[in-house]
């Protein structure tokens, strides 16, 4: 599970290293997330972990290895992170 964070939006991947292919990708751009909750990016990561979740679990994915990408483990990607367990994934 690979995170993105841009100044507007939120991205997350999930790719297989052995055959370097993406397996699921979901943002907070895409048609899952038109309907996401309030104007603040912390709201936005928590719909946008269960929507990941979601796909992940829709691609036969259950356990995952969280790649933050650098990025700290502020507000936005923690909340992605609690969104993502409680809707299923391991870490």
């Given at each position: 599970?690979?995170?993105f964070v841009s100044n507007r939006h939120l991205y997350v991947q999930f790719v297989d290293?052995?055959?370097g292919k993406t397996l699921a990708a979901v943002?907070?751009?895409s048609d899952a997330m038109k309907d996401a909750p309030?104007?603040?990016m912390t709201e936005k990561a928590r719909a946008l972990g269960a929507a990941s979740a979601k796909a992940a679990i829709?691609?036969?994915i259950e356990t995952v290895v969280f790649d933050r990408g650098g990025f700290t483990f502020g507000a936005r990607i923690q909340a992605l992170a609690?969104?993502?367990r409680e809707a299923?994934?391991?870490f």
């Open positions: 599970m690979c995170v290293d052995d055959a943002s907070t751009q309030g104007p603040l829709a691609a036969g609690a969104a993502a299923g994934l391991r």
